[in-house]
């Protein structure tokens, strides 16, 4: 084995009003560009009808049975309703997303529900205060030798001065995005199952370990796709605590 690492979930995390605050002025902050790009690439009703409304109709048609007695009837519907809608599109969006606009407001409410984002932050931390398990092992596995920067009493790291990557060469940057969201995902939902555990529902003890399972299976079916050495990268559960490990052979 070269290395390998294993990192305990903290599941105290919660999500400070800095980090809050943070999210909702850099979200907002995406506002103008967002905006921007989208007018540009959407600047008339031509290139509405090019980008967004034959590609709509196309879409909901595959949606539609075809055994639907009143298909044809739905789709041409659907096509002449779209098509005539760009003035409207253009106008709710141009007011949506100015400044105070549905998509700031959207925002503001989404801050109160902002807490919530806890149980994504006790997987991955954040970069400027303390990165997460899933954060760190993801890393490693990419190549990164970051993680070592945030080494806490939750890790435990075998041989660390030897991290290396076990993935072929083009995929190392490219395999944080594609494990990392499984990897979380998994994470979470066990977390909301033990938590029902906890409250007395046992019967969520099979969603716990049925969320785990399901998530390993996927990390390891992607990363069968990229390795050029044996490796691992899994979740685990053990004595009412959750753990990420990752390794190379």
Same mark, same amino acid.
């Given at each position: 084995?070269?290395?390998?690492?294993?990192?305990?979930?903290d599941?105290?995390?919660?999500?400070?009003p800095?980090?809050r605050?943070?999210?909702?002025d850099?979200?907002?902050?995406?506002?103008l560009?967002?905006?921007?790009?989208v007018?540009?690439?959407?600047?008339?009703?031509?290139s509405y009808?090019q980008?967004?409304?034959?590609?709509?109709?196309?879409?909901?048609?595959?949606?539609?049975?075809?055994?639907?007695?009143?298909?044809?009837?739905?789709?041409?519907?659907?096509?002449?309703?779209?098509?005539?809608?760009?003035?409207?599109?253009?106008?709710?969006f141009?007011?949506?997303?100015?400044e105070?606009?549905?998509?700031?407001?959207?925002?503001?409410?989404?801050?109160?529900?902002?807490?919530?984002?806890?149980?994504?932050?006790?997987?991955?931390?954040?970069?400027r205060?303390?990165?997460?398990?899933?954060?760190?092992?993801?890393?490693?596995?990419?190549?990164?030798?970051?993680? &070592?920067?945030? =080494?806490? #009493?939750?890790?435990?790291? /075998?041989?660390?001065?030897?991290?290396?990557?076990p +993935? !072929?060469? @083009?995929?190392r940057?490219?395999?944080?995005?594609?494990?990392?969201?499984?990897?979380? &995902?998994?994470a =979470?939902? #066990?977390?909301?199952?033990q /938590?029902?555990?906890?409250?007395?529902?046992?019967? +969520? !003890?099979? @969603?716990?370990?049925?969320?785990?399972?399901k998530?390993?299976?996927?990390?390891?079916?992607?990363?069968?796709?990229?390795?050029?050495?044996?490796?691992?990268?899994?979740?685990?559960?053990?004595d009412?605590d959750?753990?990420?490990?990752?390794?190379?052979?």
């Open positions: 084995m070269l290395w390998s690492y294993r990192g305990r979930i599941r105290t995390v919660e999500v400070s800095e980090v605050d943070l999210w909702l850099s979200a907002k902050a995406s506002r560009d967002f905006r921007s790009r007018l540009i690439a959407i600047p008339d009703e031509a009808l980008f967004l409304a034959d590609p709509s109709s196309l879409r909901f048609a595959e949606f539609v049975n075809d055994e639907f007695i009143g298909a044809e009837v739905a789709e041409t519907k659907h096509r002449v309703k779209v098509r005539r809608a760009y003035e409207v599109w253009d106008s709710n141009r007011s949506a997303s100015e105070g606009g549905a998509w700031e407001q959207g925002l503001e409410r989404g801050k109160e529900r902002y807490p919530e984002a806890k149980y994504s932050l006790m997987c991955v931390g954040t970069l205060e303390k990165p997460g398990p899933c954060w760190k092992a993801v890393y490693a596995l990419s190549g990164s030798k970051e993680p &070592l920067r945030f =080494v806490t #009493a939750d890790d435990y790291w /075998e041989n660390p001065t030897a991290i290396c990557s +993935f !072929e060469l @083009w995929a940057r490219a395999s944080r995005s594609l494990l990392l969201p499984p990897l979380v &995902l998994g =979470v939902l #066990a977390i909301y199952a /938590e029902l555990v906890e409250m007395g529902e046992k019967e +969520f !003890e099979d @969603w716990r370990d049925l969320a785990i399972s998530a390993n299976e996927i990390l390891e079916s992607y990363i069968s796709k990229i390795k050029v050495r044996d490796c691992w990268l899994r979740l685990s559960f053990a009412g959750f753990y990420v490990e990752a390794g190379v052979i």
